[in-house]
């Protein structure tokens, strides 16, 4: 996860991060050690973010450098779906990566 952001995430990007567990909380020391903005987007542990929280954010901030969220939350074991509503299609507009942990 560490090498991840540290090779993308540069001082001044913005990152948007998804947290609904432990490794949710890495993300956004990881974000922050690498001298970027974190925009968190939360819920309750042992859910799944809700996407329309994720669309809103990626809506309100368009410069964010990356999106970030665990696929398989393991400090919870919420594992997201992600066929029946992809937040892909918002992507290509809208940040440059998707960093999607597993
Ligand atoms: C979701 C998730 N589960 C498990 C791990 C592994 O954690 P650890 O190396 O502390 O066992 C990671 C590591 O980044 C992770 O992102």
Redesign the pocket.
């Known amino acids: 996860?560490e090498t991840c952001f540290v090779n993308l995430i540069e001082p001044g990007d913005t990152v948007i991060v998804c947290q609904n567990g432990v490794?949710g909380s890495?993300m956004k020391e990881n974000t922050e050690r690498a001298g970027a903005s974190v925009v968190m987007v939360e819920d309750e542990w042992g859910t799944a973010v809700d996407l329309n929280k994720v669309e809103e954010a990626l809506k309100a901030n368009p410069g964010a450098k990356a999106l970030a969220f665990?696929h398989?939350?393991?400090s919870t074991g919420v594992l997201y779906c992600l066929t029946p509503r992809p937040c892909a299609p918002l992507l290509p507009n809208t940040v440059p990566y998707l960093l999607l942990?597993?």
Do not use: G, L, W
């Open positions: 996860m490794f890495h665990v398989a939350e393991t942990m597993r």
